[in-house]
């Protein structure tokens, strides 16, 4: 048999492959390789989590940024951005609605905005659990010290989302200014881990000076720290940021390392993402074929949707979040799958 199917053949069975077998797997894929793994995935995933699809009501409650990372759209340099920030009781009206609609866990997702203190936001994380008890409370919100992810822990934070972005270093210093650090990202995921959160990282697909070299990195990243979550979608450019002369990552190699990843740690939460929606207009669909078990739709208030904009083009901005929520039961009906109301945890098998 061909090199390239024994490879196919031998993740399926071993879950793992060096990092130059990832980046061989990845340049010489052909249709049937592609298919076969995502057949594959597509059976380890109903193995574990059937035929139900895990839901997040996304929250982005402020884009103010004190980063500069080339990449996004809420960058400080980006002075054409109209900055907002939501009250604790608008992030828990969100919360409040979400709950009627079915949603059991919520993401609170922002820039790394230092008015959210750890006394702020652990605030509005209590007042959530406090309202519904029965829901998961996930973070986005960058890199913090060791005390203050303790201190949203303590407060009832039950996962955290940081995704790593690349797993090379040289790679990270090509998508970030100077003052931030590789070292700290990583540091920040074990603190994560080690302080009792479940752990999401993630990275983007395409984005400028990544090869299958970087890429195969950030497979070998998922095997080793076996994240709970992990967030990939193709990188999009953003007019007002230095890659603005970009071009997207594709949805076909994402698609195909959705399902690598979901060989890889078969339980794994692994989200079919906006940033795949917007690139293709059945993302979230062929992300879930691919291997992907959960979506993340919108709760964010109406008003503030367009402004949360970390790439241009970004789909459902202009939804009401009751719209969303019906409009991905009907995607993931189409294609078999059933959005459950469940806080969705990651089992284990
Ligand atoms: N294209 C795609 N994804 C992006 N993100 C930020 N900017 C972009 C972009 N231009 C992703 C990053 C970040 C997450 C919140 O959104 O991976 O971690
Ligand atoms: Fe928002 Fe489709 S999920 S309109």
Excluded at 72 to 98: F, H, M, P, W
Excluded at 153 to 181: C, I, N, Q, V
Aim: proline share 4%; hydrophobic share 35%.
């Amino acid at each position: 048999m061909e090199e390239i199917n024994l490879l196919a053949e031998k993740l399926c069975a071993e879950h793992k492959l060096s990092v130059s077998e990832y980046e061989f797997l990845i340049k010489n894929r052909t249709n049937y390789v592609t298919e076969f793994l995502r057949q594959k995935a597509v059976d380890i995933r109903k193995s574990i989590y059937g035929n139900s699809v895990y839901i997040r009501g996304l929250i982005e409650f402020t884009n103010r940024c004190k980063n500069d990372c080339y990449y996004c759209g809420l960058r400080k340099s980006n002075l054409n951005c109209d900055r907002y920030r939501l009250e604790e009781k608008q992030i828990v009206a969100c919360t409040d609605e979400g709950y009627e609609l079915g949603y059991r866990t919520f993401v609170l997702q922002g820039g790394e905005d230092p008015f959210f203190s750890d006394e702020v936001l652990c605030s509005i994380i209590r007042k959530i659990k406090q309202n519904h008890p029965d829901c998961a409370v996930t973070l986005s919100v960058g890199e913090r010290s060791e005390e203050s992810y303790r201190a949203l822990f303590e407060a009832g934070a039950d996962r955290y989302l940081l995704r790593h972005e690349t797993a090379d270093e040289l790679h990270y210093s090509k998508l970030h200014p100077e003052g931030m650090s590789f070292k700290n990202r990583m540091n920040c995921l074990s603190v994560l881990r080690k302080t009792g959160f479940a752990v999401g990282a993630g990275f983007m697909v395409g984005s400028p000076f990544q090869t299958e070299k970087e890429l195969s990195e950030d497979l070998k990243f998922i095997e080793t720290f076996q994240p709970e979550m992990c967030g990939i979608g193709p990188f999009i450019p953003h007019r007002e940021t230095p890659f603005a002369r970009e071009k997207s990552g594709s949805a076909e190699l994402t698609c195909f390392l959705l399902s690598v990843i979901r060989i890889i740690k078969p339980n794994i939460l692994l989200p079919a993402t906006t940033a795949l929606a917007t690139l293709i207009p059945d993302g979230r669909e062929r992300g879930i074929l691919s291997g992907a078990n959960v979506v993340m739709p919108n709760l964010s208030p109406l008003a503030v949707r367009k402004k949360y904009e970390l790439y241009n083009n970004k789909v459902c901005t202009g939804e009401e979040s009751a719209r969303c929520r019906v409009c991905a039961d009907k995607r993931m009906q189409s294609i078999g799958y059933q959005i459950v109301v469940d806080r969705g945890d990651m089992k284990s098998f």
